[in-house]
C-alpha cells in the first residue's frame, strides 16, 4: 500500500509549512520510505509579502524529492541526482534526488497534475517511496486530484473572523467529500471527455456536447433544451460556479430524480468560492436531484493557525496577532467530523495516525 | 520550425502594450496570433483557448494587487479544464517574477525588462539568449574594416619621407626608458624570484631617484600606499559578485553607431574597478587606463597594489592585472601610453597583460605633454614594435589641439605618427578630438554650431586616408559645464554627430567632465552613458547635416596638412622639426616638452 | 525659524548610486537613506538596477501644491 497526501494552505501563514514540517518528523519518527514534492515553489526564507521568517521543510537522509534545477543549492541539503526529468518549471527541470545530507530544502515540483502523476508513480514505483507527501502552492488546487486526500491548513491569516473561517472551511469539507458513483457504474464515464448527457437507461443513448467544461451560457441552453430525457449529467472538467448557477436558474425542479456526475471535487473547487459552489450544490438537492463524483479526494484533517501577521498602519509594518484558539478549535470540531488540529501546539502525531488509518498502512 | 497559435490575453481592465509588442513580435516571425480585448473573464479565456485550439496562451497582468490570488487560479481553471497539457502558458507583468511564475505553475513568467525576443523563444520553445551576450556583446575590432590605402597620394609620399628620416634617426639610439622595457618584460616572464630580485635591482638602476627608493627601500611617494591583502581579496569578491549578475545594457541602436568607450582613473584601482563595472552594466565598450600625470614625468614603474589620491591611476603591473581581471570578457581595454617617460614600459606591460589597445602619439607627447621630442620619438619607435608585436591597434591623439594648436598641425603629427605605426606593422587609430578647441574660439568656426568644424575634421581625415576613427577624448570637451544636464546632452550630441559622421569609435566623458573640485563619480559616468544610449535610440538611421562650412574647411584642412608635412620634409629631421614648431609652435601655445631632455643614449 | 528647508521651493532630490543586488534592495535603501536624512515625504523617482547597483533619483517632498508654502511668507526672500 502507498499513500499520497497533499497539503494546501488556504492562504500565507496559515501554517501549511508547519503541517508538511510536522508530519515530515512523525515520518521520520516511524522511519516510512518517503517521498516529497511540492505543486510548484514553496520555502522561501523569509515570507515575501508579510516579510516575516517562515519555516523551511528540514528533509532526512534518503528522503526523495522532486526539485526543480534552481533550487539544488538553496537550501543546505545536499543530494543525489536520481534522475533529470523533462518537465521544465520557470526555475528549471525537475530533479528527482535523493537526500545525502540532511538539512533545510527549498522544494519546488512539477506544477501540472500530470507531471505530479509521474514523479508519483516513478516515487512509488521504482523508488520505493510509501508515503508521498505533496506541499501545496498558495491558490493552486488542480494539481491535487492526484493525490490520495489532502490536509487543509487554514486560519487567523486566511481569516479573522472564527464563524466565516468555519462556514468556509466546512464548505471545502462538504464539497470534497461529495459520495462517489457507485463502482459498477464507473465504466459508463471513465472515458468520456465531453459533457456527456446520458438518457434514462445508462447504457443506452449518450449525447456529447462541445466541451467537456461548463463554461459558457451556450452549453446551458443545450442542457435545458435536452434535459427532458436526461438521468444523469456527466461534466468531466471544469465546472464554472457562475455557470453552474445559471444552469440551476435554468433548471430548478427539473432537477428532480437526475444526477450531476462531476469527475473530482477539485473540477469544481476551481471553479469559484466554495461556499457559493456549496449553495448551488444544496439548491440541486433540494430540487431532487443528486451530486456525485468518480473520484474520491477525501479531506483527511484541519490544521488550524490562530496567528496572523497583523498590519501596524503607524508603522507600516506587520506584527503577529492571534485569535482565540480554544473558540476556533471547538467551532471547526464541531463543524466536521474529521481531525482538527492545531499544528504547533499539539504536533502531527494524531494527525499522522488519521492519515495512516485512511489508508490502512501501519509501520 | 513549426508555426504556432498563440493567444495573448491580458487579465486586466485595461490592455497592456506588452502584449501587442509581443503580438507584432510573434506575426514577423510568421506564428498566428489572437489578442483578447481586455475585460474578459477567466472562463473566457479558458474557452477561447479551447475554441481556437491554440499551442501557447501569453497572459499580461500588468496590477499587482491580488497577482497571486487571480493567476493561481487561472492556472487552476485551464489544469482543471482540462488544457493545461495542452497549452504552454506564460505571464508577463510588473509584479511577476520566475519564482511567482513557478509557485502559480505558470510555464515561464516574464518580467519587467522584458524584450520581445524573449516571449517570442517561449513561443517558439527555444531556450533564450540574450542578444547582448552574443552579437553585440563580442570585442569589436574597430580596425577589421580598413586597409589605411592613401586617397591623398602626395600626402602619402611626404610621410613616407619623413618616416625614412625617423626610422633613421632613431636606428642607432635607445633610451633607458627602453631598456625597462626589456628587463620588466624578463621580470614578468621569470618564474624564479631570485631572478626577478636580480632584475628588479637592475631595472631600479635606471630609474629616478623616487622610484629607486622604492625598489632599494621599499618607500612609496607621497600620497600613495599599498592596498592591503584584506582589501585585494574583497575586491576579487565583488568582482566575482558583480560579474554574476552582470547583464549589460546596449547602447548601440543600429549597427552604425559607434563603439562607445570611458576613461578611468580615479586614483584607486578599486574605485577604478567599482567605476569600470558600471560603466560595463551600463553598457559601456570600452575603458581607457588613465594614468596620474606625474607617472608620465618619472623614470620608472613602481610595482604592487597601489592607490593613489589624487585623479589618475598609477601603472603597475598588479594594479593593471586586476583591473584586466575584473574585466567581462566583452569589453576592450586600453592602456594609455602616449605621452611620457614609460612609453615603451607601458606598452610591453599592456601587451603582456592582455590589452585591446594603446594610445602612442609622439607629436602630442612631446608638445603638449611635457616630454622631449627626441626622448619621445626614439621610445615612440620601440612602443610601437612593442604594440605591434602584441597585436594592439593604437590610437594617435591629438590632443595638443587643446593647447591652441590648429587641428591641420595635430593633424599632420597624427598622420606622420599613424605613417611611423604602419611601417613598423602597427594598426594606427586616428584620434580627432571632437570639442570646442582654442583654434576655434579664437577663429570663430564653432559661432554658430559645434557640428560643422568637428564634421570637417572627419571629412578631412576621410579624404586623405582609408583608416579607422576614434573621436576623442573626451567627445564634447569644453562644450560641457558643471550641471549635469547640460553636460549629458552635449556629450550624447557629440556622440550622435560622430556616429552619423560613420566614426569607429567614441570616448566619452562623465557628466562630471567639467567639475574639477573632486574625483567624478560613479552616477555621473551612468548620466553619459544614458544620455548617449537614448541619443543613439533618437537618430537611429537619420544623419546630422552639416552646413557647407563642414567641406570647405576640410579642404581648407588638407591643404594645410600638405604645407606642415612639406616644411618637415623640407627641415629634413622629424625631431628637429618638433622643436621648431613645424607641428605646432610656441605662437599657438604648444611648448617641446623637457622631461627626458638629453638622456637619448646611443645603441652599444 | 530659519529652518533650511524651508527655502526648498518643493521637493529635494538625492541623485546617488547605490551599490545593490537588485532593485527591491535598490528601492529598500533609497527610502532607508532618505528616512536616515530625516525625510518623511519620500518619492523614488528613478530607480535603474543593473549588475553592481542601482541609478537612483530618490525625492523627498517638502511641500506639495495645496500646502502653506513657508516661503511665500518670508519677507527676507
Not at chain 2, 558583480?242 to 546596449?250: E, G
Not at chain 3, 533609497?30 to 537612483?56: C, N, T, W, Y
Request: with cysteine.
Amino acid at each position: 500500500m502507498n499513500l499520497t497526501i497533499g497539503i494546501a494552505g488556504t492562504a500565507k501563514n496559515t501554517g501549511k509549512t508547519t503541517t508538511t514540517s510536522a508530519i515530515l518528523n512523525e515520518l521520520y519518527n516511524i522511519k516510512v520510505p518517503l517521498g516529497l514534492t511540492s505543486i510548484g515553489y514553496d520555502g522561501e526564507e523569509i515570507d515575501n509579502i508579510t516579510g516575516l521568517p517562515k519555516p523551511r521543510l528540514f528533509v532526512k537522509e534518503n528522503t526523495i524529492l522532486a526539485i526543480a534545477g534552481k533550487c539544488l543549492k538553496g537550501g543546505s541539503a545536499e543530494y543525489e541526482i536520481l534522475e533529470t526529468t523533462d518537465i521544465s518549471t520557470p526555475l528549471g527541470n525537475i530533479n528527482i534526488v535523493r537526500v545525502v545530507k540532511e538539512g533545510l530544502a527549498v522544494i519546488a515540483g512539477p506544477n501540472k497534475g500530470t507531471q505530479l502523476k509521474y514523479v508519483k508513480d516513478m516515487m512509488i514505483n521504482d523508488l520505493g517511496c510509501k508515503i508521498i507527501l505533496v506541499d501545496g502552492a498558495l491558490n493552486r488546487i488542480a494539481p491535487m486530484t492526484e493525490t490520495d486526500g489532502i490536509i487543509i491548513a487554514t486560519g487567523a491569516a486566511r481569516n479573522t473572523n472564527i464563524d466565516i473561517l468555519v462556514k468556509e472551511t466546512e464548505a471545502l469539507y462538504e464539497l470534497l467529500n461529495l459520495p462517489k458513483v457507485s463502482e459498477d457504474k464507473l465504466k459508463f464515464f471513465l472515458h468520456a471527455d465531453k459533457i456527456a448527457l446520458f438518457s434514462k437507461a445508462l447504457d443506452g443513448e449518450i449525447k456529447f456536447l462541445k466541451y467537456g467544461s461548463l463554461i459558457d451560457f451556450g452549453t446551458v441552453e443545450e442542457i435545458v433544451d435536452a434535459i427532458e430525457n436526461v438521468q444523469a449529467i456527466f461534466i468531466p472538467a471544469l465546472i464554472s460556479e457562475r455557470v453552474l448557477k445559471q444552469l440551476n436558474d435554468r433548471l430548478n425542479q427539473l432537477w428532480s430524480n437526475k444526477t450531476l456526475i462531476i469527475r473530482d471535487s477539485i473540477k469544481l473547487i476551481a471553479g469559484g468560492d466554495p461556499q457559493n459552489l456549496l449553495k448551488e450544490i444544496k439548491r440541486i438537492k433540494e430540487n431532487g436531484g443528486k451530486v456525485k463524483t468518480l473520484q474520491s479526494l477525501p479531506l483527511l484533517a484541519i490544521t488550524l493557525n490562530p496567528f496572523y501577521p497583523k498590519y501596524r498602519f503607524d508603522k507600516n509594518s506587520y506584527e503577529p496577532g492571534y485569535i482565540d484558539r480554544e473558540e476556533l478549535l471547538k467551532q471547526m470540531q464541531n463543524a466536521m467530523e474529521i481531525p482538527v488540529i492545531d499544528i504547533k501546539q499539539e504536533g502531527a502525531t494524531r494527525l499522522l495516525e488519521t492519515v495512516l488509518n485512511h489508508s490502512r498502512i501501519k509501520s | 520550425m513549426k508555426k504556432k497559435k498563440v493567444l495573448l490575453a491580458p487579465l486586466d481592465p485595461v490592455h497592456d502594450i506588452g502584449l501587442k509588442m509581443i503580438k507584432r513580435g510573434l506575426e514577423q516571425k510568421g506564428h498566428d496570433t489572437l489578442l483578447m480585448p481586455p475585460d474578459h473573464s477567466q472562463e473566457e479565456i479558458i474557452k477561447s483557448i479551447i475554441d481556437n485550439k491554440v499551442d501557447v496562451v501569453l497572459i499580461s497582468r500588468t496590477l499587482g494587487y491580488g497577482v497571486a490570488e487571480i493567476l493561481g487560479k487561472f492556472i487552476d481553471l485551464a489544469e482543471a479544464a482540462g488544457i493545461r497539457d495542452k497549452v504552454k502558458i506564460g505571464i508577463g507583468g510588473m509584479a511577476i517574477r520566475p519564482e511567482l511564475a513557478a509557485e502559480l505553475g505558470f510555464d515561464a513568467g516574464f518580467g519587467p525588462g522584458t524584450t520581445v525576443e524573449e516571449a517570442v523563444a517561449f513561443v517558439e520553445g527555444r531556450e533564450y539568449k540574450p542578444l547582448e551576450a552574443g552579437i553585440s556583446r563580442e570585442k569589436k575590432d574597430i580596425t577589421a574594416a580598413y586597409d589605411y590605402s592613401f586617397r591623398n597620394k602626395r600626402i602619402e609620399k611626404l610621410l613616407d619621407n619623413i618616416v625614412d628620416g625617423i626610422l633613421d634617426y632613431t636606428s642607432d639610439k635607445t633610451t633607458t626608458a627602453i631598456l625597462r622595457a626589456e628587463i620588466r618584460r624578463q621580470i614578468i616572464d621569470s618564474t624564479d624570484e631570485s631572478e626577478k630580485e636580480k632584475l628588479r635591482r637592475e631595472y631600479a638602476k635606471y630609474c629616478d631617484d623616487v622610484v629607486k627608493s622604492f625598489y632599494e627601500a621599499g618607500k612609496y611617494r607621497e600620497k600613495t600606499r599599498p592596498l592591503t591583502s584584506d582589501e585585494v581579496k574583497a575586491l576579487g569578491k565583488y568582482v566575482d559578485d558583480v560579474n554574476s549578475r552582470l547583464n549589460p545594457l546596449t547602447l548601440q541602436h543600429i549597427d552604425k553607431n559607434p563603439v562607445v568607450f570611458i576613461q578611468y582613473g580615479t586614483g584607486c584601482p578599486f574605485m577604478d574597478i567599482a567605476h569600470i563595472k558600471s560603466c560595463e552594466a551600463w553598457g559601456a565598450n570600452g575603458v581607457i587606463h588613465f594614468d596620474p600625470s606625474w607617472g608620465a614625468r618619472t623614470e620608472g614603474f613602481l610595482e604592487g597594489y597601489i592607490t593613489h589620491e589624487e585623479d589618475g591611476s598609477i601603472i603597475t603591473y598588479e594594479n593593471l592585472k586586476s583591473i584586466k581581471e575584473s574585466l567581462a570578457p566583452y569589453t576592450l581595454w586600453q592602456v594609455r601610453a602616449h605621452r611620457g617617460l614609460n612609453t615603451p614600459e607601458t606598452v610591453v606591460l599592456a601587451g603582456k597583460i592582455g590589452a585591446d589597445l594603446t594610445k602612442i602619439n609622439i607629436a602630442y607627447g612631446s608638445l603638449s605633454g611635457g616630454t622631449d621630442p627626441e626622448r619621445l620619438t626614439v621610445d615612440a619607435v620601440a612602443a610601437i614594435k612593442y604594440a605591434a608585436e602584441f597585436g594592439m591597434p593604437f590610437d594617435v591623439v591629438t590632443n595638443e589641439e587643446l593647447s591652441g594648436v590648429p587641428a591641420f598641425k595635430a593633424f599632420a603629427g597624427m598622420l606622420i605618427v599613424s605613417k611611423l605605426g604602419l611601417r613598423l606593422g602597427g594598426k594606427p587609430i586616428l584620434q580627432p578630438l571632437f570639442c570646442y578647441s582654442p583654434e576655434v574660439m579664437i577663429s570663430g568656426q564653432m559661432e554658430d554650431n559645434y557640428i560643422d568644424f568637428n564634421a570637417a575634421k572627419i571629412y578631412c581625415l576621410r579624404n586623405i586616408i582609408n583608416a579607422p576613427i576614434w573621436c576623442g577624448a573626451p567627445i564634447g570637451f569644453l562644450t560641457q559645464t558643471e550641471d549635469r544636464v547640460q553636460s549629458s546632452l552635449m556629450t550624447a550630441l557629440h556622440a550622435s554627430l560622430a556616429s552619423s559622421l560613420g566614426v569607429d569609435a567614441i570616448s566619452i566623458a562623465s557628466s562630471d567632465e567639467a567639475f574639477s573640485k573632486g574625483p567624478i563619480t560613479a552616477p555621473s559616468r551612468i548620466d553619459t552613458l544614458r544620455a548617449t544610449q537614448a541619443s543613439f535610440r533618437f537618430f537611429g538611421h537619420s544623419d546630422i547635416t552639416p552646413t557647407e562650412n563642414a567641406k570647405k574647411w576640410a579642404e581648407e584642412m588638407e591643404e594645410g596638412i600638405e604645407k606642415v608635412l612639406e616644411s618637415v620634409v623640407e627641415n629634413g629631421n622629424f625631431v628637429d622639426a618638433l622643436y621648431q614648431g613645424l607641428l605646432g609652435s610656441r605662437e599657438d601655445g604648444a611648448y617641446p616638452g623637457r622631461a627626458g631632455r638629453n638622456t637619448v643614449l646611443r645603441k652599444s | 525659524m530659519p529652518d533650511i528647508l524651508e527655502k526648498v521651493m518643493d521637493a529635494v532630490d538625492v541623485e546617488t548610486y547605490l551599490v545593490c543586488k537588485n532593485e527591491e534592495e535598490a528601492e529598500r535603501f533609497s527610502i532607508e537613506l532618505m528616512e536616515k536624512l530625516g525625510f518623511q515625504d519620500i518619492s523614488i523617482v528613478f530607480i535603474q538596477h543593473q549588475g553592481p547597483g542601482a541609478r537612483v533619483r530618490v525625492r523627498g517632498y517638502i511641500y506639495k501644491p495645496g500646502d502653506k508654502y513657508s516661503w511665500l511668507f518670508d519677507q527676507s526672500n
